[in-house]
């Protein structure tokens, strides 16, 4: 995906990205202070909120190839195992509930499947997003601080997810996050924010396919 002269204006704040390459079946990072613009970044590339001005280049991934995951997920009103299928029902896949049950023990939530969703705890409940979001085969899964509220465990269980994905079939990943433990143990490309602008990108060359070394690259941004 290929962003260029992105610029969005919300109230005082100002988006104003030149240029940024997300490299597709790669996971990317993107680290800032509070405020820099991550979210509305996402936002944009979700197609939730339209920029004043600026070309995304989606390189053939289609909208509903794209999951967005948010920081306080939305859930039905209805049971944990209902959620989990809604992706697959409206594209009209029958859920095999062999794999959803594997998938609900994995997450330490096969217990809990036949109660209501709003009975779960914030963390379980990022669980199940991130189960919802993963289980229709997304081309592209943005993750907006949904780590925060994971016990290490379960951060450690996502993260080894994430990685058995990537060795099955890489999709391109966003992960927006202030773990930046996280971060570092997962990504394969960071990108740096300030003020609205990416003013770094740092990748580790061949980290799932071999050498494992990191390179920097300045300026690439144009910032
Ligand atoms: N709907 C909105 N209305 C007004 N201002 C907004 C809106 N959405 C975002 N902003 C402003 O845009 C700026 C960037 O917000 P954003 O949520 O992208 O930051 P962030 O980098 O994700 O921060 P954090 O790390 O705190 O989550 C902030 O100053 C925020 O107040």
Redesign the pocket.
Known sequence: MKITDLEKK????C?QIDHLDIEPGRIHGII??????????L?ILAGIYTPDSGIIDYEGIGFREITMLS?RPYLMDASVYKNLIYPLQIRHIHPDENKTDELLRKAGLLGQKRQYARSLSSGERQKLSFLRAVIFQPKLVMI??TFSNLDTESETLFIEMIREIQKKEPITWII?S?QLEAVHQLCETIHY?EK?SVIKNETIAGRYRGSGQREIEKGHTGA
């Open positions: 919300i109230g005082n704040f988006l800032g202070p509070n405020g820099c613009g991550k979210t509305v970044l936002k920081q907006d601080e927006v202030h924010m609205g």
